[in-house]
Nanobody, 129 residues
Framework: QVQLTESGGGLVQAGDSLRLSCAATGRTFTFNSYAMGWFRQAPGKEREFVTAISRSGTNTAYADSVKGRFTISRDNAKNTVYLQMNSLKPEDTAVYYC????????????????????WGQGTQVTASS
């Protein structure tokens, strides 16, 4: 099992940028065995998919609402996945969650919440207008 810890959230002005990090730890795990994803949940709304990346890092997917503004990346040597968020909008305000899925497919990403086995506690992102 893997433990996920998000960091980097905060309060910013609309148009600003933030970079979230998700560090993975565990007694017996190999980070590059996991596909990773970011989801978010705004107040009063269901949790929704934001972006995902394959084990190898070669394939990614984005929600339409963040395409062109957000970028997911991973550093397998540091057991960390990142979410670079540019041109933040008030509607991006949410708790952002990191998720991990062990998989044997190196180039698959997963954009469904039910695919993921492990979740972080979340980090708050607030973009004010």
């Amino acid at each position: 099992q893997v433990q996920l810890t998000e960091s980097g959230g905060g309060l910013v002005q609309a148009g600003d940028s933030l970079r979230l990090s998700c560090a993975a730890t565990g007694r017996t795990f190999t980070f590059n065995s996991y596909a990773m994803g970011w989801f978010r949940q705004a107040p009063g709304k269901e949790r929704e998919f934001v972006t995902a990346i394959s084990r190898s890092g070669t394939n990614t997917a984005y929600a339409d609402s963040v395409k062109g503004r957000f970028t997911i990346s991973r550093d397998n040597a540091k057991n960390t996945v990142y979410l670079q968020m540019n041109s933040l909008k008030p509607e991006d305000t949410a708790v952002y969650y990191c998720a991990a899925k062990v998989t044997s497919y190196s180039d698959h990403y997963y954009d469904q919440e039910y695919s993921y086995n492990d979740w972080g506690q979340g980090t708050q992102v607030t973009a004010s207008s």
